[in-house]
Every structure is written in C-alpha cells, then in structure tokens.
C-alpha cells in the first residue's frame, strides 16, 4: 500500500472540523491520537451484533464477545512480537501496566535495593517506583540525559551493580522524542541478574517493537495514542517474569479457587485481569492495531520525520526559538520555547489559529529540571500530519512573537 497522507485523513472524520474558524491542525498526538472510522465501527458493531460478558460464556454471545476479546490479545501480541497471547495482560493504559509491575514486584523488595531510572522518564515511570522508595525503602537512581537530549547510556551501565534489582527506561520520550538503545542496555541489566522493564507506550505508535529481540522482561503500551480508545493498554511479561508477578486487583476471574481460608490464583494473564475487563475497549484496540499494520512503519516514520523537520526548518530562523531533543535517533516529537514567552500562552494563541499543542511539564518533572525549564510547548506529529500544517506551525508560532515577546 502506498502511503497517502490525503486518503489517511479522510477515514478520520474529526479532522475535518473547524477550531475557531481554522481548519484543525492537530499536533498533539504524543498526548492523544484521534480515531479512524475503522476503530469506531468496530465498535459499534461489536456494540450491535454481539455483546455480552467475556469468560462466562455458555450462551453463543458469551462465546462470540470472548472470542473477540481474546483475538484483540492476539493480536497486541503480534504487534509487539509476543510469543503468545498469555504473554499479553490487557490493563486501563500504560500507567496502570507500570503500576502493576511496580506493586506485583513490591513483596521482592528489600531496603537498599536499586531500582535505576533516567531522567527522561514520564512521570507514570517514576511515581510507581517512589511507592517502593517510600514503602519497602527502595532506592531510586536516576541515569542522566546529555545536553542534546540524549540517554547518557555509559552512566546508566555505571549505575548497575549487585544491588540493582529494576531498571526501567522509557523507549521512546514524549518529550524529547530520544529513542533509547533499550537492545544494548536489556544486555547489561540482564547480565546485572536485575529485571528490566521498558515503557514503550511512545515506541508503540512509531517504530518496530519485537519485545523478544529487545530482550525485555516487561513492555507496556497503551490504546490511546496508538488511533484506539481510551481505557485500555496492555502489559507484556514474559511467563516467567508474569507468573512472579503478585497480581495488583483480587476478584472474580482471576482466582482457580476461593476458600474460606485460602486462594488459589488463575494463569497469567487472567490472574491480573480480576473482574469484568475492558472488553470493548480491548476490541477497539485491536481494530486500531489491524487499521495501523495496514501501512508500512518505516513509511510511517518517514512521513512523520519529513512533518517533523519541515516544522523544525521554519522554527529555526525564530532567534528566541529553543528546541530541547536533538538526539540523532528520535521520534517526530517537537518540544520548544520562546525565550521571553511562557509556554501557556504560545499554547494558546496557537490555538486561536486552530492548532493544537500541548504546553507544560509533559508528566517529566524531572527531564524538566534536568534542562532548567518549567514547560515547553510540544508539538508531536502522528500519521495524518501534513507539511502544510507545519507550515501553519511555523507561522502561528511567529504571531506569537509578536504578541508576547
Ligand atoms: C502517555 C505516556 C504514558 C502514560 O500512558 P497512559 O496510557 O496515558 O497511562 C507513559 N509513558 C509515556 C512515555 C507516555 O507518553
């Protein structure tokens, strides 16, 4: 299939609406992709065929909903590279799966363990490890970013010793864009003896990801910004790693036997999935992942990159622009300021051009200290971006020169 960015816009019905009496140029796709036609009609015929509650099935709808259920694992399996569906444990996004890994690894924790982080992690990546801090006595290291934005990867090697138990490292950063060599550090973390998780939720929507090549034991990625709905993400463990897992939620489902003074818990991936899932959520899903494999990755990546740099060759000729993220591998994730401007206000007035981006801390506190910033304006390009709207990038962000600088 020949990638036409004209034929990809028009299955999105949202992008044609008007904001503030602009055509909509929709730059915030780091934060939340819009749906294609192809996710919401999967759910609303999921929604007008055939529904009921999954795993309980003795009557054919029962059977049909598992069936789809259980196929949308299928196939998050095969777009992570997965060996199986059990490897695959649906959860409410990619916070959730990093918390379930935090809170099922918990009872492993000792005080003085290591747990090493970097600094260009999301927040979602940082606070469900700060519970294992505060709680169990953990304590966090935080491997440093290079001035142009990328993973300073021989201090994170430096870090790892004995007492390293976890290392989680962010694929792809929502702000930066810095795609990590998570291949070259699953080899030292794993000759280290520690586990090591990997937030793909950005890496999820731009590049390849075969999670037995990485060399993972934990993957997680989330619907939202993969073109699929809100409410559902998926953890990868290996079956190792996932039957070591305690799970997070108790209830029906995910237990074999309940007795007045014991339990006993159900296979991965049930034993995390207690009580009734996100079950058309987790179809939508899977509608999004069959609507994305249509299209080649690399001509994805391309098409972004061209949007991405296009953007960033108007921008540059701005004196007060500042880019932050210019690592050589990167995704089309464009974070900026205007020295003299709040990021807030550039936020803004782009918007009353009918241009979407995000302004403010992007859930990275600490990358934010890290580069002496409070916020950056951050325009993150998907696959239905054009270079016309960068172009509009461009020249809104100069109307904003004139207004506040
Ligand atoms: C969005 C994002 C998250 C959180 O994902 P949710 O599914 O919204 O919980 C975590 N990490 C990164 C890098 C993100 O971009």
Known sequence: MIFNVDDIRAQFPIL????????????????????????????????RTSFANVHRGLHTMA???????????????????????????????????????????????KKGDEIILTQMEHHSN??????????????LRFAPVLDNGELDVMALKGLLSSKTKIVSVVHMSNVLGTINPVQDIAKWVKAAGAIFVVDGTQAAVHMDVDVVDIGVDFYCMTGHKL???????????????????????GGGEMISDVFEDRVTYNDPPHKFEAGTPPILEAIGLGAAIDWYSQFNRADIHQHEMAVYHHALDGLRDINSFRLIGEAPEKGS????????????????ILDKYGIAVRAGQHCTQPLMTRFGMHSTARASFGIYNTLDEADRLVEGVKKCLTFLT
């Open 16 to 47: 044609s609406r008007e904001i503030n009496g602009y055509p909509l140029a929709y730059l915030d796709n780091a934060a939340s992709a819009q749906k294609p036609q192809a996710v919401m009609d999967a759910l609303t015929h999921q929604m």
């Open 63 to 109: 059977n049909e909903t598992t069936e789809a259920f259980e196929g949308a694992r299928a196939k998050v399996a095969k777009f992570l590279g997965a060996p199986k569906s059990e490897n695959i444990v649906f959860t409410k996004g990619a916070s959730e799966a990093l918390n379930l890994v935090a809170y099922g690894l918990a009872g492993e924790i």
């Open 126 to 139: 940082i606070v469900p490890w700060h519970f294992l801090r505060e709680r169990y006595g953990a304590v």
């Open 227 to 249: 073109y699929g709905p809100t409410g559902i993400g998926a953890l990868y463990g290996t079956l190792e790693m996932l039957n070591r897992l305690q799970p997070f939620n």
């Open 333 to 348: 994730v464009l974070a900026f300021n205007l020295q003299g401007a709040h990021a807030h206000d550039v936020a803004q």
